[in-house]
């Protein structure tokens, strides 16, 4: 689960971000009677029709797990939760139905209808996003229900469950986190592209519109996300201490950046002396609660990763808002990207580091809540299957996603390659008064069904 | 997993053999994800599901006859239904030979699905006898409407007719799921869980039907936005070749 989760999350990220990256080359290209712009909008819509299908097959693998590997959670709690899974539903068609208009209604539809159909993608991305995270927040932060005297979960109040206290934080943090990775992925791969001699304005514009997206999304990012640690200090202390290593609880709380997470606090970490407190209560006199606060039945394990992985999101944070001054200094200065070839080398870095960013804030959150899958509710050990044969389709599941990543590499890879080798002529700008063939399906098999 | 990504896939593959292998995965699995869905049905009808976690049986439990039987219904149902929708689109793309093609295809289907469903009273009257009193007391109406549905487009096949095949062939099996319900009535699991037992809390039983609405609302109407304009650019013949793959389910 952890496995297709970590997977599934990457593609998500994309289901949210690429439609509203597509959708401002696609209006450049409207607005400024750009042809490069269009053809940019038209290949991304390709890549997003792929990457939202395998998307949607991991997150059907996804939502059998549910009920698999986690029957006494989807049994008892699915009432509670369920419901924003329902909604994701609505959303999930939306998109589908609008992504499908939209890649067929190139030609068929004009400019700007065509442009208002891409709308509904964008939107219906970022409520998905809003759906599936609540219920993770919910997981943090369980609300909407009681449990009586019995055991019985009763008093379900569905939309108290999905707008929970941690649904502020973390539904923001989460899209903001799509939008950081699509754009600098997105842009890393026109970077690499660019290291490569490949100069043309397709790359120019390929880089420009999705790293301004993300130079932008990044520091919004860091201020949502120091909001989220303060709000986890609160509302999760147990898992506050973890990240921060926190042994005892007290005041002026010193801040390690780096080190490894010992009995005794931090070892070889850099120590910032009374920071951490300072982060928490804007005073180096703010109580931090400790570990010792719950028994050791009741804390994380792997601190060190955790502490590790939390750094790692915010120190990965810190340097992709770097990246984004570098490149809003060169535009304010010169109109135009950075000419050191460090910049292009530090942006084709840039895409794999916020996935790794992202794969660290999400081992936060969940190693972070352990041992709850329920915080404070429910055990993750009451909360999994006792079915016997889960290595086997845990096998599986490795397997056939391994096979899937490798071939939707392949592809997009294809596709690169076919539309770089391609004549740039009249037959690719998307809108025009002549209409030959559709530019997709170079060559269709023949009617040979079966 | 397979069948969506041989989905995803198969137009975008680049070299014939790739494309050819995209095809063939989505097909098998097309195959497959019917037929485990009939197992799982027949498991339940047959009462081999006890309430709980894990605890009937991991392999008898969908491999018997009833669920055997009941797979092979739903491949050959799937077969059949698709068949006879792909007649009119043949047609509509102008192309007889396609047409014809499907014709003799909905007809096999539908006499195959026509001889497992006989050879189901059977088995269902020796291992799933709930489900049978059912379905030949309370549920009898619906079965016999189905069965004239599912004649009648056998009919219109055999002497070559297209109009009316759709919606007949629709009716067949909306009137078979129904009269199952009927006769399902009133267990999830029949004779151990009751619809009442296994349903949620209010709260969440009229949040999810709030949603629906929602999604009738909002799904269906750009549903069939698409769909229009997938059936019109087909009319304006924009594309030579019958579409592979187009868009929806």
């Known amino acids: ?450 | 997993m397979l069948r969506g990504s041989g989905f995803a896939f198969h137009k975008l593959a680049r070299q014939l053999r790739y494309r050819r292998l995209a095809e063939r995965l989505f097909g098998f699995f097309s195959l497959l994800t019917p037929f485990f869905m009939g197992t799982v049905v027949g498991a339940i009808a047959s009462g081999r599901v006890p309430v709980g976690n894990a605890a009937g049986d991991a392999v008898t439990s969908w491999l018997n006859g009833v669920s055997v039987l009941t797979g092979a219904l739903f491949v050959a149902t799937g077969a059949y239904l698709s068949a006879v929708f792909l007649i009119s689109d043949a047609h509509r793309a102008g192309d007889p030979d396609l047409e014809r093609y499907f014709s003799a295809r909905a007809l096999i289907a539908a006499l195959a699905a026509g001889a497992i469903a006989l050879a189901g009273i059977l088995v269902y009257r020796a291992d799933a006898r709930f489900i049978y009193d059912g379905l030949t007391s309370e549920g009898l109406p619906l079965v016999i409407v189905s069965a004239a549905c599912g004649l009648g487009v056998l009919a219109l096949l055999w002497r070559g007719q297209r109009r009316g095949a759709r919606p007949l062939a629709v009716g067949a099996v909306v009137a078979v799921i129904w009269g199952w319900g009927v006769a399902q009535y009133p267990y999830l699991l029949p004779q151990t869980l009751t619809i009442k037992d296994g349903a949620g809390p209010s709260g969440t039983l009229t949040a999810v039907l709030v949603v629906f609405g929602v999604a009738v609302v909002v799904v269906l109407p750009a549903l069939g936005f698409l769909y229009t304009l997938a059936q019109r650019s087909a009319l304006e013949g924009e594309t030579q070749a019958p579409q592979p793959g187009r868009p929806g389910r």
């Not at chain 1, 959670?73 to 999930?92: H, L, N, P, Q, S």
């Not at chain 1, 997206?213 to 609160?234: E, K, L, M, N, S």
Request: aromatic share 12%.
């Open chain 1, 1 to 450: 689960m952890a496995f297709t989760l970590g997977f599934h999350i990457i593609l998500a990220s994309f289901g949210v971000a690429f439609p509203a990256l597509m959708l401002i080359a696609n209006y450049r290209g409207l607005r400024h009677d750009d042809p490069v712009a269009l053809d940019l909008a038209q290949r991304w819509s390709k890549v997003a029709a792929v990457l939202f299908a395998v998307g949607a097959v991991t997150g059907t693998v996804l939502s059998f797990e549910f009920g698999l590997l986690w029957p006494a959670f989807t049994g008892r709690f699915g009432d509670v939760f369920g419901v924003a899974f329902a909604i994701e539903g609505i959303f999930f068609f939306t998109e589908a139905i609008f992504i499908a208009i939209y890649i067929y209604g190139w030609k068929r539809l004009s400019g700007w209808a065509h442009f208002w159909t891409g709308v509904p993608v964008v939107i219906s991305g970022i409520g998905g996003a809003f759906s599936v995270v609540a219920v993770n927040s919910w997981m943090n932060q369980p609300d909407g229900f009681t449990i009586a005297s019995n055991g019985q979960v009763t008093d379900v109040a569905p939309l108290d469950a999905i707008f929970n206290r941690a649904t502020s934080y973390e539904v923001p943090h989460m899209i903001l986190a799509a939008y950081l990775v699509t754009g600098f992925l997105i842009a890393s791969v026109y970077a690499v592209g660019m290291l490569r001699g490949r100069r043309d304005r397709h790359h120019r514009l390929g880089l420009l519109i999705p790293l301004t997206v993300a130079a932008i999304a990044t520091p919004i990012q860091f201020a949502v996300g120091d909001t989220a640690a303060r709000a986890i200090a609160d509302d999760q202390p147990v898992k506050f201490a973890a990240m921060e290593c926190v042994q005892h609880t007290h005041k002026d709380v010193t801040e390690y950046l780096g080190g490894r997470c010992t009995s005794s606090g931090v070892k070889d970490g850099i120590g910032i002396p009374g920071l951490d407190s300072f982060l928490v209560g804007f005073s180096t006199d703010t109580k931090v609660t400790g570990l010792d606060s719950v028994p050791p039945s009741d804390r994380p394990p792997a601190n060190t990763m955790l502490h590790l992985s939390f750094d790692a999101m915010v120190g990965i944070c810190t340097l992709l808002i770097g990246l984004g001054l570098w490149l809003g200094w060169a535009w304010w200065r010169r109109r135009d990207i950075p000419r050191s070839p460090w910049f292009l080398r530090a942006t084709a870095a840039s895409g794999v580091a916020a996935v790794v960013a992202l794969e660290c804030g999400w081992i936060v959150t969940e190693v972070g809540r352990q041992p709850w899958v329920v915080y404070n509710v429910m055990r993750t050990e009451d909360a999994v299957t006792g079915a016997s044969g889960v290595w086997v389709t845990f096998s599986a599941v490795l397997v056939l996603h391994t096979a899937l990543a490798i071939a939707t590499v392949l592809i997009l890879r294809t596709m690169a390659h076919r539309w770089r080798t391609a004549e740039i002529g009249e037959a690719e700008v998307p809108y025009g008064p002549s209409e030959p063939a559709p530019p997709h399906d170079p060559a269709p098999p023949a009617g040979s069904p079966g």
